[in-house]
């Protein structure tokens, strides 16, 4: 049964940063793409970072291109988000995401209606709070 379980999430001020972490169990973790998404009070998800099984292919939402950085330790299962210099806008319920193949390196996790795609397994989410 996969498990992806997010932590790292919290309150921060405008220009801060925190590292987002997902454990992740049940599949090998070393076969699939992972990523991440986001949902802020009263919209759809939003599609942030994906990552390639091997860590070789990332992929970032202009939102958030430069700012947030996705990696994988796949000796520990593990999958991060390092997110740096948050925004207010930047506040959101943050998720993790196992993709249904390895080589995917799209956003066909969230559909077009802001949705999340079933094909694709989630983590519970972790609330990111960035204000004054």
């Known amino acids: 049964q996969v498990q992806l379980v997010e932590s790292g999430g919290g309150s921060v001020q405008p220009g801060g940063s925190l590292r987002l972490s997902c454990a992740a169990s049940g599949f090998l973790f070393n076969t699939f793409s992972m990523g991440w998404v986001r949902q802020a009070p009263g919209k759809g998800f939003e599609w942030l970072s994906i990552i390639s099984n091997g860590g070789g292919t990332k992929n970032y939402a202009d939102s958030v291109k430069g700012r947030f950085t996705i990696d994988r330790d796949n000796t520990k299962n593990t999958l991060y988000l390092q997110m740096d210099d948050l925004k207010p806008e930047d506040t959101a319920t943050y998720f993790c995401?196992?993709?249904?193949?390895?080589?995917?390196?799209?956003?066909?996790?969230?559909?077009?209606?802001?949705?999340?795609?079933?094909?694709?397994?989630w983590g519970q989410g972790t609330q990111v709070t960035v204000s004054l």
């Open positions: 995401y196992k993709s249904w193949i390895g080589s995917d390196v799209g956003k066909g996790c969230v559909l077009r209606s802001g949705d999340r795609n079933s094909s694709c397994s």
